[in-house]
């Protein structure tokens, strides 16, 4: 079978996607995404050079809206779910 | 009588009626619950002090002589990934563990405004991505027709719940038959509304360009009576259609005569069980007798929908599913050295294998040198996908196929090898693609397990998939069976 993804292309879309895998997952993800890929070659069969792509089925271009001030959660509704807080701030480990 | 047993519009009846009260009808369903969910496990969480005050109060409104919505008192469970302002909302996953909405999704406070009580929030696979409920963080589902199989998914807490008497109608949501195939797989009916027919405001977002909210009901009048409620343009969901909403009680007449049927050629031949087949053609001929026209016609490109699918819908979850970096909801991984290494640790520790597995393919098909052969070429096959579907419904008032390839399988048997898995989902995934509705109900049993009969139809026409749907089950009895558990 046709090598489409290596271990090396695996380990890098997991640091692409925020993801540390085991030693285990990436010889798992690596066979996988491969059977996956493999599978999806037929598509390349299609001729689609004036074929346009479809993003979205329903004719809608920008949707706008009046700007104004409606009702909104407050700073407590917000800030209730977070893991560490600082006064009215979400709180973070070091960036820089 | 049992009243878990009754569909809602039976149950409205008696309420009107003063029949029976609304708690005592809640209290009953929860009395089944208490019976049979360590058998099932559809619920991860259940709200029964909820249910009952809403019904106390509904009680009160009908003592007072209002006249009563459809679904006033009636039991409704909502999938896990639908937020409900106050009530935990994990999406089956255990970043989300801990997660209490400050809002409710509109279809939530829309059911809410009609008069529903509120059961519980049911198990799913992890963010909708699983075709089995295996993938939940928290709790197996099983079949209630045979609990050594699976219930279907990703919307199967909903499904087993309806079937087994744990609630009377449910809402689910469907990317790539999540509502379909698992009412096939539990013998309820359960429909895909058009794209845009209903807000996904406060859906989890999984794949925002094939995701809708829909119902599972026992019968065709209470998919009905619950779309009735549940469509309608939204403007917190700058997706949602503007349209006119229809009665879509009023599509509920037994006539299909002169209705030109379409079965497309594809759904019937590679990787369908014969005896699902069976039950499809029985269906056709039983709506051929009833006076519709029934004719086998052709989807082009339907061979390579699974594909596209499987590119377009993880690439979406991909960017989606960026947003659980543990910062403002969510689990955050403890001692992590700088803000990037939070985000991994997070991620890895709490994510599940089939959602980093999509995400990873999501975002592979989206990178540099990868996007035109993979994500670009699934949009344009899905332009050729859609047309498909437009022509086959210029000549055509409806499309008519098996909702699954095969009955319910065993726990284990495809977990393991994703790609398996995903061929479950072969007769409902085009169907989102398009972005047409779908509707799946009960047309015969294999082995003692439901099979389901899928109609498709024109965009925004859930009108004559409802007619059709509600013929064929007048003039059959596979809705009215009931598993013994």
Redesign the interface.
Known sequence: MKILITKKDVEHVAYLSRLELTAEEKELYTRQLNDILEHFQSLQQLDTGDVRPTAHVLPLKNVFREDWVGQHLSVEEVLANCPDREEDYFKVPKIV | MQLFRLTAHELHGFLSKREISAEELNKAVFDRIAAVEDKIGAYICRTKELALERARAVDRQIKEGARTAPLAGIPVAIKDNICTNGISTTAGSKILA???P??SATVVKKLEAAGATMTGKTNMDEFAMGSSTENSAFLTTRNPWDTGRVPGGSSGGSAAAVAAGEVICALGSDTGGSIRQPAAFCGVVGMKPT??AVSRYGLIAFAS?LDQIGPLTKDVTDCALMLNVICGHD?MD??S?DFTVPDFTGFLNEDVRGLKIGVPEEFMVEGIDPRVRASVESAMTLLENLGAVVEYTNLP?N??A???Y??IAPAEA?SNL?RY????????APA??????????T??EA?G?EV??R???G??GL?AGYYD??Y?????????I?QDFERALEKFDLLLSPATPTPAFRFGEKVDD??KM?LSDICTIPVNL??IPGISLPCGFVDGMPVGLQLMGKYFDEGTLLRVAYTFEQNTDYHRKQPEI
């Open positions: 801990d997660f209490i400050p809002y794209y845009g360009s403007p700058s997706t259609a490109h061979k390579h699974l594909s596209a499987y590119l991909s960026a970096d543990g910062v403002r909801y969510g689990y955050r992590a050295e700088d803000v990037v290494d939070m985000f991994i640790k991620r890895s994510l294998p980093k597995r995400i990873m393919l975002t592979y990178s052969a993979y670009l070429k699934a949009l344009k096959v899905r332009t050729l859609k994703p790609l995903y398009a972005g």
